[in-house]
């Protein structure tokens, strides 16, 4: 986890690490992506102006000059509400279709948000999913159609998730916050490299243990 301090933010980048060590080598794949919750210490557009706009600015800008890095975004509403900012330049908007259609900006997930346990019916999530993949859809075309499930910050991700990312031809899924008793059990079955891949992080804020 690093602690990044510029103007008038301080921003948490969750870098997510997956390590498969064989043949004595080790290999680290560092994931950098936001998470910004639809709601939650602020409204929606609490969020938009304070901090997501700016972040989505900022990343348009910043990968436009410097095409070796990447990045991954999850929520479908914010990239929608950005692209209809009239107070985003059009070039910024035309900056952000050419990293997506290139692949240097990932779209994962790709719901309208990032459901949760407040989302527990399998037609609200599958409506969910509906709603992002189709705002994906109508400003970056089918590029932007996510192929990996991406769920670092549920309440408690349940067996219908996987299920439905698996019927919509997704390749994977990250989920964190597992049970620690679950992931006592995958180290068990799991060959012993293999279970060194259940790296997971969490923000300081929702675990003050992890700033430690």
């Known amino acids: 986890m690093t602690r990044v301090k510029g103007g008038p933010f301080e921003t948490t980048i969750l870098v997510l690490l997956f390590a498969v060590a064989a043949s004595g080598q080790l290999t680290i794949h560092l994931v950098p992506h936001s998470h910004c919750d639809l709601g939650y210490k602020k409204t929606i557009d609490g969020y938009y ?92 075309g089918p590029d932007a159609l996510p192929r990996h499930g991406w769920h670092i910050d549920p309440f408690g991700p349940t067996v219908m998730d996987a299920t439905l990312y698996a019927f919509g031809g997704y390749e994977g899924v990250v989920l964190n916050r597992m049970n620690s008793a679950i992931k006592g059990r995958l180290q068990q079955v799991c060959p012993g490299h293999l279970a060194r891949v259940l790296l997971s992080a969490e923000l300081s804020d929702h675990n003050p243990a992890a700033a430690r």
Do not use: C
């Open 49 to 140: 102006q304070s901090e997501v706009r700016v972040i989505l600015s900022s990343l348009a800008t910043n990968l436009a000059n410097h095409s070796d890095r990447r990045f991954i975004w999850a929520e479908a509403y914010w990239l929608h509400t950005w692209m209809l900012d009239k107070r985003v330049p059009s070039s910024l908007k035309s900056n952000m279709q050419r990293l997506v259609a290139s692949g240097m900006v990932e779209v994962v997930d790709g719901g309208w948000s990032m459901h949760d346990d407040a989302i527990t019916l399998v037609d609200q999530q599958l409506q969910n999913l509906r709603h992002g993949h189709a705002a994906l859809l109508e400003h970056f």
